[in-house]
């Protein structure tokens, strides 16, 4: 399986939350996901395509985390789920996917962003259509967990 | 408002339930999304991204209309919100973007398709993350309701 495209997202990722929020996280071992289910509670979709690449990324939070996070971003003490946070998980979406973009046109993946979704709602389930692998890497913060899911590859 | 890149959605939408399915589907007026509570119990969303065009789909069904459409199209009776239909969910909304980009290319909308994403979770919401308008339109076919939501322009 070629992975080479799942660590520019990981790395965008740690660069945002640490540059933007001071927040160090820890990345557990990518796995390969197996089944379909939920596993966090506010989900930051995206979709990406270009003539030759096709592919989709969910970021799944855990409630807990995403307050903290966004507290840290905006520098005010976030308290619940609503619309700020939820913005700030579609954000936080698009700067990853627009800094994994700068480095896979590297390695010969060129695309361009969609437009990004947030999915909110306890036991939400989102599933990639694809015949490919879909890969998972699980992260843990302060304030809590969350979960990247890159599906992603050459046509 | 431009919603001369409504009507390829639409129009694919209907062509594929008449022709795959053999349902006649009666559209609602369009209208501007105003809040973003759901309105299905599952979700098809994809999302388009060109170089000068970007965009995002969402198709919610209810567990009715798509067990329905679901079952006609497969002539196979379903029973439940099952694997089978939530990939259905997936390869219709590949299918109504597949078609309108046909129509939307002669119109100077060029762009590629990303992988197709399914939503389920009785009130899950979906958000668009977009400062422009997000066109709803309302369908009523045998078997119950479903809702298209597209979010597109030119950047």
Excluded: W
Aim: glycine content about 10%.
């Amino acid at each position: 399986m070629n992975v080479e495209f799942i660590n520019p997202f990981l790395n965008a990722l740690v660069n945002i939350l640490k540059t933007m929020a001071n927040i160090e996280v820890t990345s557990g071992s990518p796995c390969i996901k197996t089944d379909s289910k939920s596993m966090g509670d506010v989900t930051g979709i995206i979709g990406m395509a270009g003539e030759k690449t096709r592919g989709s990324l969910a970021i799944s939070f855990s409630e807990s985390a995403i307050i903290h996070i966004t507290s840290r971003m905006l520098g005010e003490k976030m308290t619940k789920l609503d619309d700020t946070v939820i913005d700030m998980v579609g954000e936080i979406t698009n700067m990853v996917t627009g800094g994994a973009k700068k480095e896979l046109v590297k390695q010969g993946y060129k695309f361009e962003l969609a437009i990004p979704m947030m999915v909110t709602g306890k036991g939400h389930i989102v599933t990639h259509k694809t015949t490919g692998p879909i890969v998972v890497i699980p992260f843990k913060a302060e304030g809590g967990e969350f979960f990247v899911e890159v599906c992603f590859g050459k046509k």
